[in-house]
C-alpha cells in the first residue's frame, strides 16, 4: 500500500531524468512540496492541480512524452510501482483533465495512459479515482462507482474522494427520481428515493459533515457545496439545499476575482471557463431540486386527493346501498298492499257468494273463517318477503339485516292468529246446537 510521496529513485530517474518534461518539472520546485505529502492528503491533488496542470508548465508534448516514460517503466518494473513514477502518472492523467476540451480526444488521451500503467499503481487511491472519472466519462457508472467507493476505502480521510463518490452517486439517484414512473390513473405515486438508498445517502451526508465541521481546510471548493446541495435536496432538504447552492456560487465568484487578477494568461483563461461551468452547474443543480420539490409536493397533492376520492367512494356506497334498501322496501310494501286489498275483495265476493241461503250465525262464522284463512296467508307472504330481504342484507354484510329479520318475524304472530280463528270458528261450529246455524 502507497503510504506517501518520495523523491526519486535511481531506478525512476534512469527512466525520467532524460526527458525534458521531467526536468522541467523538477525546475517549477512543486516537488519539494510533494515530496513530504501523502497521496491520500487533500493538498497532494490540489498542488498537482493549481500548481503544476493550471499553471500552463507543460505542452501536448511534454506530457505525450512523460506518457510514454510511466508505460516503459511500468512494462519493465513488472507492476512494482514507485512513489515518484505514480506522480507523474497522476500528472499526465490531470493534464488530460484539466486541459483537454475535447470530450473524446480526451477519453483517448486517458486510455492509453491506462492501458500503459495497467496496474502497476493499483494500491493508490489517486489511481482508483482516476478510473472512476475514466469510466465516469465512458458512460459506465456502474464501474465508476465501483472504484469511486475503493478510493474512498483507501482513502477515508479524503473528502475530495468523498465528494467525488457522492457526485456519481447523485447522478444515478437524481436520474432515478426524475425518470421514474411519475402519476398515474392507476397507481397514484410519485417517484422517491427507496429505503435502502435514503439510509446510504443520509450515511454519506453525515460522514461528509463529520469530516468538514471542526477541520479548518486549505481551501473550501465550491464543488462541496454543490454536491452537499444536491445530496440534501435528495433527501427532501430543500430549503438548506437552496442554501448550499447560495454558498457554492459565493465561492465561485470569489474564486473567480482572485484567479482573474494573475500574471499567468494561462490561469485566467482557465478560471474563467471553470467559473462558466461551475456557474452552470449551479444553476442546473437549482432546476433539479425545484423539480424534485415539485414531484414531492405533487405526491403530497395526489395522496390527498386519493384519500378524498376513496371516502367519497365509500360514501357513494352507503347510499347506494341505503337506497337499494328503500326501493326494495317500497316494493315489498306495494306487494303487501296489494295482496291485502285482493284478500279483502276474495272475502267479500267469496262471502256473498257462499252466504246465500244461510242463517246469519252460520254466515258469521263463514266470514271469520275466511278471514282467518286471509290472516295465514297474508302472514306467510309478508314471512316469505322480508325473510328474503333479511337474507339479502345479511349476505351482504349490511347492518339492516337484523332490521329485516325483525320486520319478518312479525308475520308469525299474524299467522297464528288466523290459525287460532279458524280453530275457534270449527269449534263453535260443533258446540253450537244446528238450529242455531239455520242449518
Not at 520546485?29 to 487533500?42: A, M, P, T, V, Y
Not at 471542526?214 to 427532501?236: E, K, M, V
Not at 405533487?298 to 386527493?305: G, K
Request: aromatic share 10%; glycine share 8%.
Amino acid at each position: 500500500m502507497a503510504d506517501g510521496v518520495a523523491p526519486a529513485s535511481k531506478e525512476t530517474d534512469k527512466w525520467f531524468s532524460k526527458e525534458p518534461a521531467f526536468a522541467k518539472l523538477i525546475s517549477l520546485g512543486h516537488f519539494d512540496k510533494l515530496r513530504g505529502l501523502d497521496e491520500k492528503s487533500q493538498r497532494f491533488e490540489i498542488i498537482v492541480r493549481e500548481n503544476i496542470v493550471q499553471g500552463d508548465h507543460l505542452s501536448r508534448e511534454d506530457v505525450s512524452a512523460l506518457s510514454e516514460a510511466v508505460g516503459r517503466y511500468c512494462e519493465s518494473e513488472s507492476g512494482t510501482a514507485d512513489k515518484m513514477a505514480f506522480l507523474l502518472f497522476f500528472i499526465c492523467f490531470e493534464w488530460n483533465h484539466r486541459q483537454l476540451n475535447d470530450v473524446s480526444e480526451r477519453q483517448l488521451a486517458w486510455k492509453k495512459l491506462f492501458k500503459a500503467a495497467g496496474s502497476c499503481f493499483s494500491d493508490y487511491a489517486m489511481f482508483s479515482y482516476a478510473l472512476s472519472l475514466y469510466y465516469r466519462a465512458e458512460g459506465t457508472l456502474s464501474k465508476a462507482l465501483e472504484f469511486a467507493c475503493r478510493a474512498c476505502e483507501q482513502a477515508p480521510k479524503h473528502i475530495g474522494l468523498l465528494n467525488s463518490y457522492l457526485e456519481m452517486l447523485l447522478d444515478e439517484t437524481e436520474q432515478s427520481l426524475l425518470s421514474g414512473p411519475g402519476v398515474s390513473a392507476d397507481q397514484f405515486e410519485c417517484p422517491t428515493v427507496p429505503d435502502e438508498d435514503t439510509k446510504q445517502l443520509q450515511g454519506l451526508l453525515d460522514r461528509f459533515q463529520s469530516m468538514t465541521q471542526g477541520q479548518a481546510f486549505d481551501q473550501d471548493f465550491p464543488t462541496f457545496h454543490i454536491n452537499l446541495g444536491r445530496l440534501r435536496a435528495c433527501l427532501g432538504f430543500f430549503g438548506d439545499a437552496r442554501r448550499e447552492f447560495d454558498r457554492a456560487e459565493e465561492l465561485a465568484v470569489g474564486q473567480f476575482e482572485a484567479k482573474s487578477k494573475s500574471d499567468n494568461e494561462g490561469e485566467r483563461l482557465h478560471s474563467s471557463s471553470e467559473y462558466v461551468q461551475l456557474i452552470a452547474w449551479i444553476a442546473t443543480s437549482r432546476t433539479t431540486c425545484d423539480q424534485m420539490q415539485g414531484a414531492r409536493s405533487l405526491r403530497a397533492y395526489v395522496e390527498m386527493s386519493r384519500e378524498g376520492i376513496q371516502e367519497m367512494i365509500e360514501s357513494l356506497l352507503e347510499k347506494h346501498a341505503e337506497v337499494e334498501r328503500r326501493v326494495n322496501d317500497e316494493k315489498i310494501n306495494m306487494v303487501e298492499m296489494l295482496a291485502f286489498f285482493a284478500g279483502i275483495i276474495a272475502l267479500i265476493v267469496g262471502a256473498v257468494s257462499l252466504g246465500s241461503g244461510m242463517s246469519f250465525a252460520a254466515r258469521g262464522l263463514l266470514l271469520l273463517v275466511m278471514l282467518g284463512v286471509l290472516m295465514v296467508a297474508f302472514g306467510a307472504l309478508s314471512f316469505l318477503l322480508e325473510a328474503d330481504r333479511s337474507a339479502q342484507c345479511s349476505s351482504t354484510g349490511n347492518r339492516l339485516g337484523f332490521a329485516a329479520s325483525f320486520f319478518a318475524a312479525r308475520s308469525a304472530p299474524v299467522v297464528a292468529i288466523g290459525f287460532a280463528v279458524i280453530v275457534l270458528c270449527f269449534v263453535l261450529g260443533l258446540v253450537l246446537p244446528p238450529g242455531a246455524m239455520g242449518f
